[in-house]
């Protein structure tokens, strides 16, 4: 498990599949078409890398040795992940592959042609990158959903209620996600220059967020003693 080179603009895909052959082939020839990889060899595995984010797209295998692929892409879903899924297969029975596109976005049936795969994924890619000019307002981490325009959040698939100043404080981390921001930043960000209130209102704000956004597993929000905030994953 780990990265394959760098990223040359094309997008950073995930491979998931328990046979060392087929993810080594994959990762050497999406590596040469520009893309960046990394490999899952379980669907535990695969969870756990494709919450974080950062994902353009995920070659799923439908049979791995702990959770069925079309299992693991639902667990996906009911997490707020929505990166496109691609399933590979060994099965091909008509229903195998409804199956596969009711939850996920495509459907490639092994033995494969790699230009055949290497064309499914760039217009799997396409398609998601059309539509997310259409929602370019939502931004993501982990499971957090926010949307700028209609203002509603959302973590684990629920939608949260906040309050105009939540809202603006959670969506000032999510654009600084893993950054640790000082209170005076975020006073400055939120509550603007001219603010000359309790400085502590900072932490009473963070303390609403955690009973609303952190009801949900792995906390989100985490205090860096002495100096800040940030939202970020927490450490294994």
């Not at 997008?11 to 020839?29: F, H, K, M, Q």
């Not at 070659?59 to 892409?73: Q, R, S």
């Not at 939502?138 to 698939?157: H, I, P, S, Y």
């Not at 952190?214 to 985490?222: A, Q, W």
Request: proline share 4%; aromatic share 8%.
């Amino acid at each position: 498990m780990g990265e394959r080179g760098p990223v040359p603009g094309s997008g950073r895909i995930l491979i998931v599949d328990d046979e060392p052959y087929i993810t080594d082939v994959l990762a050497a020839a999406l590596g040469f078409e520009g893309f960046a990889t990394e490999v899952a060899c379980t669907g535990a595995q695969a969870v756990a890398m494709a919450g974080s984010g950062g994902h353009d797209l995920i070659v799923l295998d439908v049979m791995l040795p702990d959770i069925e692929g079309t299992e693991v892409c639902r667990m996906l879903r009911s997490a707020g992940v929505v990166t496109p899924v691609l399933f590979l297969t060994a099965r091909d029975t008509v229903g195998d592959k409804v199956a596969g596109l009711e939850v996920g976005d495509d459907y490639v049936t092994k033995p494969f042609s790699l230009d055949e795969l290497v064309a499914r994924i760039r217009a799997v890619l396409r398609r998601a990158r059309s539509e997310s000019t259409e929602i370019d307002h939502r931004r993501r981490f982990a499971d957090l959903v926010m949307d700028d325009q209609t203002r509603e959040v959302w973590r684990a698939g629920e939608l949260i209620e906040l309050t105009a100043t939540e809202f603006n404080l959670l969506w000032y981390l999510l654009v600084n996600s893993r950054r640790v921001l000082t209170k005076s930043e975020i006073l400055d960000a939120v509550w603007d220059y001219e603010f000359e209130g309790d400085p502590n209102i900072v932490e009473t704000y963070i303390s609403y967020l955690r009973k609303k956004v952190d009801c949900y597993d792995p906390p989100l929000v985490h205090t860096i003693r002495r100096v800040g905030y940030s939202l970020r994953q927490p450490r294994g």
